[in-house]
């Protein structure tokens, strides 16, 4: 299979030792955000996000009456396009780079380009699948414009036996933090002072959420962002004996926690870094914890890095943790 070559959207998707270096998988169809898909996201993740549940409150922050498209919405329709790559996938490693360029409105039309940029095998288990990690390129555009661009590491099984023979640096998860970097990303001209007074959390400090939440309608968000991986959808495709929770949706409901757990967050504008430590199953039970790890002025608001750990509790009492997850937002 050359650079040049894709996949029909009709295909299984790739295995592992099918692709090269430099492939580019044909788009998936664009998709306009409409009221619909805000209330469909909203009730599985509940979203708290002040801008996106109040239109009026919306366009006197922004200066602009188009309402705001939630941006873990966005991110999510985003990563389910570029599953056109990751159909046979055994799991999503780690997140890298993800920054939003701008706000997205309803009414916008996004489109994903996904790409490989690296391969490198995996280490053979004695009676085990032979399987490689995969580095993704990932750019979507909003009505033209490019708002998203990361990376994505996950893991697929090969073919055939034997291992193909890459040993591409897919690199570190992430770089070391530099709010810096994040600021360009936020919005100029927004009367963050609206969202109300300042936060006083200080560096260090963890906020504890108090209500926990259940993980359901896991297929439901797999279908409504176009997430095609079939572990997400198929128990029988899974690696373990049920249904593996799309991580997006564990990501989704951590954020509606932080959105909880601070006053005034105006919007989220990149993930720093985001691992997925531990599979999650459809039922668990999430609690969540959050740590501000770094901030620093902007505008009349403050640009946050918050660690946001996630553990999934089971009724036969098992603990795990699921997700380690750096979001960068802008707050109060």
Known sequence: MDAASEHRSSDVGPFYDELTVGHRFAAPPSHTLTTGDAATYRSICGDHWAPGLDHRL?????????????????????????????????????YRGLALARPVHLGETVQTSTEVRALCDSSLKP???????????????????????FERCALLPCQHDSLPGHNDD????SRPLTLNEYQINAPPDWDVALLGEHDGWAVGEVRIDPLRDVVERATSLVRATHNLASVHRDAGASPYDRRLVYGGHTVALAQASLERSVDGLATLIGWHECNHTSPVFEGDLLSFEHELIDQQPSGDGMLRAVNVTVTAHRDNGERHIVLDWTPIVITT
């Open 58 to 94: 919306a366009a006197r922050l922004t200066n602009d009456s188009r309402p705001l498209a939630h941006p873990g919405l966005v991110v999510a329709l985003s990563i389910g396009a570029s599953t056109v790559a990751t159909r046979r996938v055994v799991a999503n490693l780690f």
């Open 127 to 149: 009676g085990g699948q032979p399987r490689g990690k995969v580095l993704l390129g990932i750019t979507t555009t909003a009505d033209d414009d490019v708002v998203l661009a």
């Open 170 to 173: 897919i690199g570190p998860r």
